[in-house]
T-cell receptor, first 115, second 112 residues
Framework: GAGVSQSPSNKVTEKGKDVELRCDPISGHTALYWYRQSLGQGLEFLIYFQGNSAPDKSGLPSDRFSAERTGGSVSTLTIQRTQQEDSAVYLC?????????????FGDGTRLSIL | EDQVTQSPEALRLQEGESSSLNCSYTVSGLRGLFWYRQDPGKGPEFLFTLYSAGEEKEKERLKATLTKKESFLHITAPKPEDSATYLCAVQASGGGADGLTFGKGTHLIIQP
């Protein structure tokens, strides 16, 4: 079946612009997660959704980052006023449900480059 | 704070040469330890979940084991197609984030 789908696969933008990244989870998965992978760093947890609600936003690095999920499916991660340090691969994952040890399945990410 | 340390950072083996990758962790109550494989330009691919000390899981040439402080990923008679970065992650059982805490990975190269 279809896996987690992310778009765009690559995004190049100028410093100061806003960007929106999209994630379409596996059908039937209620939990959705966003991570960031920077060069030479491990994956860094940003935020997760159970259904449409985001119980934990503790990983968002600044108030320029926000995320939403509507209809319990597609999610968008928005970065406002981008900075060069935002350059990274943004990965989305989904699982059957949160808090019950279900493995998270990842998309191939959006590679974001800030000029 | 939950922490995951993987070693070695990189490992080069000859085809057929067995070895082990290490994942040491510190977590406030372990809900699960996860192993993933990541190929260049791709997202992590799920391999195993381990829940409690003493547990073992196997898949083809890979075997994962778990103790109270670390996990090992044993690779037996590897083939070139096993070349990838292997990631270890933990999920804590506390009331905080449900996100995974990842190590930086072991970059494995299998030479023909």
């Amino acid at each position: 079946g279809a896996g987690v789908s992310q778009s765009p696969s690559n995004k190049v933008t100028e410093k100061g612009k806003d960007v929106e990244l999209r994630c379409d989870p596996i059908s039937g998965h209620t939990a959705l997660y966003w991570y960031r992978q920077s060069l030479g760093q491990g994956l860094e947890f940003l935020i997760y959704f159970q259904g449409n609600s985001a119980p934990d936003k503790s990983g968002l690095p600044s108030d320029r980052f926000s995320a939403e999920r509507t209809g319990g499916s597609v999610s968008t991660l928005t970065i406002q006023r981008t900075q060069q340090e935002d350059s990274a691969v943004y990965l989305c994952a989904s699982s059957l449900a949160a808090r019950n040890n279900q493995p998270q399945h990842f998309g191939d990410g959006t590679r974001l480059s800030i000029l | 704070e939950d922490q995951v340390t993987q070693s070695p950072e990189a490992l080069r083996l000859q085809e057929g040469e067995s070895s082990s990758l290490n994942c040491s962790y510190t977590v406030s109550g372990l809900r699960g330890l996860f192993w993933y494989r990541q190929d260049p330009g791709k997202g992590p691919e799920f391999l195993f979940t381990l829940y409690s000390a003493g547990e073992e899981k196997e898949k083809e040439r890979l075997k994962a084991t778990l103790t109270k402080k670390e996990s090992f990923l044993h690779i037996t008679a590897p083939k070139p197609e096993d070349s990838a970065t292997y990631l270890c992650a933990v999920q804590a059982s506390g009331g905080g984030a449900d996100g995974l805490t990842f190590g930086k990975g072991t970059h494995l190269i299998i030479q023909p």
